[in-house]
């Protein structure tokens, strides 16, 4: 039997949820919903499914020792931290040779640790499918999310026809792969059915990644030789990885493996999802007053409605006759945003970066 | 000849500029405009119309600290703490008494300490014109401003006949003083013109104020007599203070004394005056930006325009996709409001007052 691993990838930039999050505390080290941080709910919400020396996190080297103190009860080894991004086909690359290395039959599946999922039993429920079928075939396994409304912001993925049937749940051959389309043509995918978000979730076995990286991406499996050597070895990876990532390709996986493979499944998530994909998304986690405010700490709204408004350490956000607005303070910095321009920050970033000394808030 | 003095009031209870300003650091302590506090720039506004001997500031007990601190040139006793505010009335008897004390035929002017103006020159030449009209006759000089707008937030004045000339100044009889009127009512009196806007400064007789208070407000002369007394005897004034306010009607002086008095004239004043009642009127003192943004400390506004944004300490506050609004950050405690509703500051600090241990921020 090939063992089980789980690859958590937790990279990202930190600009969506400025000025909670910075480049060195990104979204999945913050509590944006719950308490804990989203990459402490991603590795409860995995527990129990493969042993916890399976379990793997891939990281960026500025967050590294903040992941590391969320994830104590793992393995050292097991959290690695690319010296530099290089995009998700890289982390799935170097996921491959991690697991490999442990079992080169091994199957594992790559999970971000940023998302928002209620149902952990479904959840688990629909990786164990997941896993028998990547262990029983060749096959490259996405989990897809059924779309609720005719989002922008996903890749979408046209179901085929059913395929085959692992732990009682169905799978579909994956007809085509959209990037993220126009409103007018995400609505079309809505009314037509079938087809489904690419939430970056996917469940495969070393071999076959492996072949997909020679046959597709040959640059970046001649670059991640290296790390595989070294892997065998049992040297130390840092180094290793600093020489080897600054060559690798730029390339996301859906682009590099999955867009161009004729051997992609889908697996419809029984779940709830949310990747809470900026501010405004965090309104619906978050407990409301009667006239939909959300907040934490010391905020007070007076004559205003369906605002979210945080405030950290004591201090005190009084917001007077705004709605729908963002007002997030933290010790050093406080953003004010409509939640119709949250995802606008990036460029509100470059002005902050742009004034003297203004890296200090990014 | 009567020696002359001044009286700078600098009181209020520091709301409408929360949250810069707080019940023990009220707007003319604060440099809401310009860099130092606008009790300062009173100060530095009469230096040289009397001597520093002669210049009172009337204070609350709250502030009292602060305000000796911003008065540090003037004597020691020339700084006089009310124990509870009593509104204006109480506060222009207890400075006629302060004058009175030092010269029975004293002249005074009575000033705001949290008003804007710019030209000292033509203050300083207004303010000597109604000193002359006080020394010379037993009149109730009011300094006038002429209406720029039809705001509702100040008495009006009706200018009647031309009375007489001093240091080349003409003063008007006052014929009919008019409570904050509604804004039709404002709009006449801007066509009409005539009407001046009663901004609470005076310049008067120690006999004259004497003699209307007797007639006019004799509970209030009456409770005022043990302060005399004291003033008379070297007596230490805060314990008489602290035993005869609580006894003073609450009233100001407009109704008190002025709309019930025959001999109340008006010199129009020639300088520029504003009264900065609230935060959006801080705008138009600032240094804006092409979009119209006025801001102070570490504050960017992207994509938005006509926005007041001011950051303290290092604090960085970053705007995104706003027009017109109002961001205050203090140490403490923001404020974020729409200009338009900055009036209603009060109705949000209730809601501060009612948080568990809310009073902390007031």
């Not at 590099?256 to 998530?269: G, Q, R």
């Amino acid at each position: 039997m090939p063992q089980k691993f789980i690859v958590i990838i937790a990279g990202g930039r930190g600009e969506r949820f400025w000025p909670q999050s910075r480049t060195a505390r990104p979204k999945h080290l913050l509590p944006i919903v719950g308490t804990t941080p989203l990459l402490a709910q991603t590795l409860a919400r995995v527990k129990g499914l493969v042993p916890v020396k399976n379990i793997f996190v891939i990281t960026g080297a500025a967050q590294a020792k903040a992941v590391r103190a969320v994830c104590r009860n793992l393995p050292a080894a097991n959290i690695v931290a690319e010296p530099l991004g290089r995009d998700t086909a890289a982390a799935v690359g170097l996921a491959a040779a991690l697991v490999g290395a442990r079992d080169a039959l091994g199957v594992f599946a790559v999970l971000p640790a940023d998302h928002v999922v209620r149902d952990t039993g479904a959840y688990q429920a629909d990786l164990r499918a997941a896993f028998a079928a990547a262990a029983a075939e060749p096959v490259m396994v996405t989990i897809g999310i059924t779309p609720t409304e005719p989002a922008t912001g996903f890749g979408y993925i046209q179901r085929g026809a059913a395929w085959k049937i692992f732990a009682g749940q169905a799978l579909y051959r994956a007809k085509r792969f959209v990037e993220k389309p126009a409103l007018a043509v995400a609505e079309q995918y809505l009314a037509a059915g079938g087809y489904v978000w690419n939430a970056g979730m996917f469940v495969w076995s070393v071999s076959v990644v492996g072949a997909a990286l020679a046959r597709l991406a040959p640059e970046l499996d001649v670059g991640l030789a290296p790390v595989r050597a070294a892997l065998a070895r049992g040297r130390s990876l840092a180094p290793v990885l600093k020489k080897a990532y600054p060559k690798l390709p730029k390339i996301s996986v859906d682009y590099a493996l999955l867009e161009k493979s004729d051997n992609v499944v889908v697996l419809p998530a029984s779940f709830d999802w949310d990747d809470v994909g900026a501010w405004p998304a965090v309104v619906k986690h978050g407990a409301s007053d009667a006239a939909g405010n959300v907040t934490r700490g010391f905020a007070v709204v007076e004559q205003g409605k369906n605002n979210l408004v945080f405030a950290e350490g004591g201090h005190l956000v009084a917001v007077l006759g705004t709605d729908d607005l963002v007002v997030i303070h933290t010790a050093d910095a406080t953003l004010v945003c409509p939640k119709g321009r949250a995802q606008e920050i990036k460029a509100l970033l470059k002005r902050v970066e742009a004034l003297k000394g203004g890296a200090r808030w990014l």
